[in-house]
Each structure stands twice: as structure tokens, then as C-alpha cells.
T-cell receptor, first 111, second 112 residues
Framework: GEDVEQSLFLSVREGDSSVINCTYT??????LYWYKQEPGAGLQLLTY?????DMKQDQRLTVLLNKKDKHLSLRIADTQTGDSAIYFC???????????FGSGTKLNVKP | ETGVTQTPRHLVMGMTNKKSLKCEQH?????MYWYKQSAKKPLELMFV???????ENNSVPSRFSPECPNSSHLFLHLHTLQPEDSALYLC???????????FGPGTRLTVL
């Protein structure tokens, strides 16, 4: 399809791991991104992965990329209440300045 | 604080009003973007400017009119909007091959 797809909601308990999934559309997309949006704020870049990588780790964040299935995931270890936000997956398609974003996954972390 | 500021943060306007949204970036970037964010929908790219030249107009109605006087400033002029135009309008900027975009906090627009 044309859309970058994400599930709308995820609820986890504090201290557990969260896994947010995304399916993108263009197998030639060179960069894939995860953004975080807290209430009342714009999108904040969390991390990105280049398409020739399978995995990228950055502190509590692990990004996994399956190019064959065009599937991207973001794992947050030891999830905290401050991680509650909306997480957006985005792909940069061939066009230099064109990004495509998913609808966002709202992560709710319960104490 | 991402280096991208937007004013106003909130705007309520009637369908016959004319207003403008302003975005300013202090990052030395060369590309600037307007996005529309509606509830439960993907972020919609509206306009792209690269080195002050418009490179993308994503089939946006003419009641939205962008202006980019220089690489640091971007405006979105609004007139005769409809209630369905109520949304969060986000500005972003970027520079370089990696092209990650830095977003402002957005303007929450309500059209009555």
C-alpha cells in the first residue's frame, strides 16, 4: 500500500520492554526514522537507521530492520512513565526531501 | 528545544478570517516544511521549500498559501478556511544528506 502503517495503541507496565512496530512501503527507502511526540509538543527525532543495517542500538532503544518484509521496530527497554508519548515511524523515499510518516502509536506506560 | 519555533501556539479563527502562521529555524538548515497533523491520521506533508524555492505542493487547497522569504523563515497564510482544516500545523527544517527533520512545537488551529 501507499501508507506507512502502525498500530494505534500500546500499553505496557513500567519496567517492561515496549515494542512498537511499523510497516513501510518503499523497499528502496534509504533511511528510516523513529520520532517521539509528547503532549503539546512537536516531533522529536529519537533515532534512525540506514537501510544497509539490520539493527541499531542506542542506550535503551533498539531498532530492528527487516528489509525483505519492509518491517521496522523500536524496542524500548525498561520502559518508564516518561516514555508515554506517540511514536511515529517515517521513511525517506527516493525523493531527497520527501518523508512519509505513519499515524503514530500511542504508548501508555502504567506505573 | 529543537531550534525551530512556531507562533502562535494556539489560534482560533472564523471561516472568513485571514491569519498567518510563522515558523523560524535557528539551525542553519536549507529546507523547511509544513505538515498537517489530524487525530489518528498520518502526518500530511503540505509544502516543502529548499533554498527558498518551493519544491513540493502536495495538492493543498489554495486557501493555504505558503511564503518563504529566506531560509530561516516560513509562513503559512490562511484565508476562508473550513472547520475540517482544524488541526495541529507543524513546521520542520532539515539540512544535509541524512535529512532528519527537526520539528517545531506546532500551532493548534481551530476553525469555527
Amino acid at each position: 500500500g501507499e501508507d506507512v502503517e502502525q498500530s494505534l495503541f500500546l500499553s505496557v507496565r513500567e519496567g517492561d520492554s515496549s515494542v512498537i512496530n511499523c510497516t513501510y512501503t518503499d523497499s528502496s527507502s534509504t533511511y528510516l526514522y523513529w520520532y517521539k511526540q509528547e503532549p503539546g509538543a512537536g516531533l522529536q527525532l529519537l533515532t534512525y537507521i540506514f537501510s544497509n543495517m539490520d539493527m541499531k542500538q542506542d542506550q535503551r532503544l533498539t531498532v530492528l530492520l527487516n528489509k525483505k518484509d519492509k518491517h521496522l521496530s523500536l524496542r524500548i527497554a525498561d520502559t518508564q512513565t516518561g516514555d508515554s508519548a506517540i511514536y511515529f515511524c517515517a521513511e525517506r523515499r527516493n525523493n531527497f526531501n520527501k518523508f512519509y510518516f505513519g499515524s503514530g502509536t500511542k504508548l501508555n506506560v502504567k506505573p | 528545544e529543537t531550534g525551530v519555533t512556531q507562533t502562535p501556539r494556539h489560534l482560533v479563527m472564523g471561516m472568513t478570517n485571514k491569519k498567518s502562521l510563522k515558523c523560524e529555524q535557528h539551525l542553519g538548515h536549507n529546507a523547511m516544511y509544513w505538515y498537517k497533523q489530524s487525530a489518528k491520521k498520518p502526518l500530511e506533508l503540505m509544502f516543502v521549500y529548499n533554498f527558498k524555492e518551493q519544491t513540493e505542493n502536495n495538492s493543498v487547497p489554495s486557501r493555504f498559501s505558503p511564503e518563504c522569504p529566506n531560509s530561516s523563515h516560513l509562513f503559512l497564510h490562511l484565508h476562508t478556511l473550513q472547520p475540517e482544516d482544524s488541526a495541529l500545523y507543524l513546521c520542520a527544517s532539515s539540512h544535509g544528506e541524512r535529512n532528519e527533520q527537526f520539528f517545531g512545537p506546532g500551532t493548534r488551529l481551530t476553525v469555527l
